[in-house]
């Protein structure tokens, strides 16, 4: 996952969101070969700049963008199991040309960045929709929804807020898309009730935002579920240190004195 951890430290100024998001997708699938997936994109890249009539035409780029993916392949928005952990993984968004905002906003992004093409994410609070800027065309464009181009209006509106605030238009750095993405696959997980991954998801999150003391009560109280008593008492004492006015600290000390009890009895 060195991509993955790169982005989440923000180790180095150059990273490479496709391998970010394969890396991801390797918490579901721990045997992905990265390799076939992006010459995928590659191949998709291609085939898009073949359609394409001018570089320097920003809404032919747009347009062409919109009618191959999301028309002619077929890409859509999963609104049937928006909540299956595939649309989280960019190598089934690849299979099956389907998934949620998040992913197949990075997809495009990725193609768009092999034609050298300046497209940014933008993470909306309910939505993730993309922005296309060169300076001389703009517009932001809806992945999940047929890849369509949609006003500012429309983008708050998504969004769901009452006044139109510039601040939500802001791009997402990488780091922040790859933190969302783990925040979507770690929900599905919890929802799931797969405690394995959710955990597996909690420490990448946990390497991006050490600071977040109720992913460690979440990580501990997970551990916990698995009988992992060492790992549920690190990680409940650090939730207690970084919340130290948590209003269940009693109850948090209570189950830390049943760990120690536990502990007592098998050691």
Not at 69 to 76: D, I, K, P, Q
Not at 117 to 125: A, K
Not at 162 to 190: C, E, F, S, W
Request: glycine share 6%.
């Amino acid at each position: 996952m060195n991509h993955l951890h790169e982005i989440l430290a923000e180790a180095t100024p150059r990273v490479r969101m496709d391998r970010a998001a394969l890396d991801l997708a390797s918490i579901h699938f721990p045997n992905l070969e990265p390799e076939p997936f992006l010459d995928r994109l590659n191949d998709l890249a291609a085939s898009l700049g073949d359609r394409l009539r001018n570089f320097n035409d920003g809404r032919d780029f747009v347009e062409k963008a919109s009618s191959y993916l999301f028309g002619e392949l077929g890409f859509h928005g999963n609104e049937t199991d928006f909540f299956d952990p595939l649309n989280s993984c960019l190598n089934q968004v690849l299979e099956r040309r389907t998934g949620i905002p998040i992913t197949l906003a990075v997809m495009y992004m990725e193609i768009a960045r092999r034609l050298h093409m300046p497209v940014f994410g933008i993470g909306l609070p309910r939505h993730f929709i993309l922005e296309f800027n060169d300076g001389n065309f703009a517009a932001y464009i809806d992945p999940f929804n047929g890849g369509r181009t949609i006003t500012a209006q429309e983008c708050f509106a998504l969004a769901g807020a009452k006044v139109a605030d510039p601040i939500l238009l802001q791009r997402a750095t990488p780091k922040q898309i790859a933190m969302r993405m783990l925040q979507n696959l770690h929900g599905v997980y919890l929802r799931a009730a797969d405690h394995e991954k959710a955990i597996a998801t909690l420490d990448l999150l946990l390497l991006g935002a050490p600071e977040i003391g109720p992913w460690y009560k979440r990580r501990g109280m997970l551990s916990l579920e698995l009988k992992r008593y060492h790992a549920a008492r690190r990680d409940l004492l650090k939730y207690l240190e970084l919340e130290p006015e948590a209003t269940d600290r009693e109850a948090i000390q209570k189950q830390l004195q049943a760990i120690h009890l536990w502990l007592a009895q098998v050691s």
